[in-house]
């Protein structure tokens, strides 16, 4: 993910928990807010109880990578926040995907395939 595609400052994650709509299964909670740009951002926390900070690397590495292989399904014009749970430690990638994808569409921002 490039640069614009993050999104990093505490004053933007606020905003967002404020105003956005939340979703959630047992591994992750998803943030999602519109906006007017014509691309998506992603922002992630993994809080220091999942695990050490390999364990948080592996998870934000995880999250990242599956953004970039789901980008052309996910509803652009978005600012989501992906908050990792502690049963998020335990999963290999497929899993995490997977379970991503999962409250993504619980979230309806995932576009149907045609």
Same mark, same amino acid.
Not at 1 to 20: H, P, S, V
Not at 27 to 54: I, P
Not at 64 to 74: A, P
């Given at each position: 993910? /490039?640069?614009?595609?993050?999104? =990093?400052? /505490?004053? @933007? +994650?606020? @905003? ?5 709509k939340s979703f959630a299964n047992r ?7 519109? =906006?007017?740009? *014509? ?12 695990? /050490? ?5 592996r998870i934000k590495r995880y999250i ?7 980008? *052309?399904?996910?509803y652009s014009k978005m600012d989501y926040?992906?908050?990792?749970? /502690? ?5 290999? +990638?497929? @899993?995490?995907?997977?379970? $991503?994808?999962?409250? $993504? ?5 995932? =576009?149907?395939?045609?």
């Open positions: 993910m /490039n640069k614009r595609q993050r999104i =990093k400052r /505490n004053a @933007e +994650f606020q @905003e967002i928990f404020k105003k956005g591994q992750f909670v998803v943030y999602c807010l519109a =906006k007017e740009e *014509d691309y998506y951002r992603v922002g992630l926390s993994v809080s220091k109880k999942v695990g /050490n900070a390999v364990v948080r690397n990242r990578q599956t953004f970039l292989e789901i980008h *052309d399904q996910v926040i992906i908050i990792a749970r /502690n049963p998020a430690a335990k999963l290999d +990638f497929h @899993e995490t995907k997977k379970s $991503l994808e999962h409250v $993504l569409k619980i979230a309806k921002v995932i =576009k149907k395939k045609s």
